[in-house]
């Protein structure tokens, strides 16, 4: 662990107030669980009698920073989930913290661990416990490593000293606001995650609109952009990393053909012990179609149609079509107007009308 703090355990009134006017937005999107909750604002509810909440932070900051995704077909995936699943290294730690705590106690002491998937405003503890401010990206800062680290909770029913929140320091700097390809920021603080690629390419299992598509680039599970630009995360040496957050060989340039094609068995190899977990073969197959299609390499026109052939999943094909329509070629139209007169799916036809236009204006433009 590379940060701890500890607070008193009451209610986030801040956060209650955020996490209000975020919900009654709707930029949580699909996001249902984070409505159904309605006391993330008081950790209290977790665990009867706590006192404390220690809040930690382990860095991944020294791997932030690989070359990965050198051709355009290869993916990306967001460095924080290129290593051991974050939320099983972090609940393992908390358990071992609170028996060490219990060591030093003379009674019996009980905890609740938390990490991420909680009901729990982690960010926001993360603040009054003093182990980094939130900044306007809406993520935590922590003066000397950044924002590249993952957050968990400790609740325990043991009043510990208080430490010293830090007061936010991002100045005048909007880097991570300006640099979102998608516009998701409608304001500092204020994150609309239907328009977020990490949202898009781990949380939303829908259509992804096409105006977004492009925007995702060759990001097949998450996103780092925000985080790249921020002057925090510069440094001229190297920063502490926790081990277990060493990328996985697989994640550091996967192909992206591979990942479209890869039947169930493949995929359970490829996400295992990952924070990838979270995202099913449809879902990755989905956002490699997209990556593909935004690649502009025909190479890419291959694979497309054998994913045809692989996926029966409508969301799926959709996305391929789009792809095969952005990628243009004679192979590729060829692909589309046979598929046009077998396709039933009424999502998937209208992706092939999109996709056949494009070829035309394509075609038009070029003569």
């Known amino acids: 662990l590379e940060r701890i703090g500890f607070a008193p355990l009451t209610s986030f009134e801040r956060g209650a107030k955020a996490l209000e006017h975020w919900l009654s937005k709707g930029y949580h999107g699909d996001m249902k669980y984070m409505a159904d909750h309605p006391f993330r604002h008081d950790p209290a509810q977790l665990l009867p009698n706590a006192k404390t909440i220690i809040s930690v932070a382990m860095s991944y900051a020294g791997y932030a920073h690989d070359d990965q995704g050198r051709t355009r077909l290869h993916g990306r995936i967001a460095h924080y989930a290129q290593g051991r699943d974050y939320h099983r290294v972090l609940k393992a730690k908390l358990y071992a913290l609170g028996k060490q705590i219990q ?65 936010p320091r991002c100045g005048e700097c909007k880097a991570c606001l300006d640099a979102c390809p998608t516009n998701a920021f409608i304001a500092a603080n204020i994150l609309d995650a239907r328009k977020c690629i990490s949202y898009l390419t781990i949380e939303y299992d829908g259509i992804i609109p096409r105006e977004i598509r492009p925007k995702l680039s060759n ?60 995202a099913s073969r449809k879902k990755l197959a989905r956002n490699a179609a997209i990556a ?38 004679k192979r590729a139209r060829q692909s589309l107007a046979e598929l046009e007169k077998e396709e039933q799916n009424t999502f998937v036809l209208e992706e092939i009308t999109h996709a056949l236009n494009r070829h035309a204006q394509r075609d038009a433009t070029s003569s």
């Open 292 to 329: 593909l299609g935004n690649s502009s390499d025909t190479r890419a026109v291959g694979p497309l149609i054998e994913g045809l052939n692989v996926h029966n999943d409508p969301i799926v094909r959709g996305h391929i079509a789009w792809a095969l329509g952005e990628l243009g070629g």
């Open 219 to 278: 990001m097949i599970f998450g996103c780092d952009i925000c985080q790249q630009v921020c002057p925090y995360n510069t440094a001229p040496q190297p920063r502490p990393a926790a081990s277990e957050f060493k990328p996985f060989e697989r994640f550091s340039n996967p192909a992206l053909a591979d990942i479209l094609l890869q039947g169930s068995a493949a995929h359970k190899r490829f996400v295992h012990d990952s924070a990838l977990r979270r």
């Open 103 to 167: 060591k030093l106690t003379e009674h019996q002491i009980h905890v609740r661990p938390c990490v991420d998937t909680a009901p729990l405003l982690e960010h926001e503890a993360a603040a009054l416990a003093g182990v980094g401010f939130i900044a306007k990206s809406t993520l935590t800062l922590i003066p000397g490593l950044g924002t590249y680290v993952v957050l968990g909770e400790l609740l325990i029913d043991v009043e510990l000293p208080p430490s010293e929140p830090i007061e």
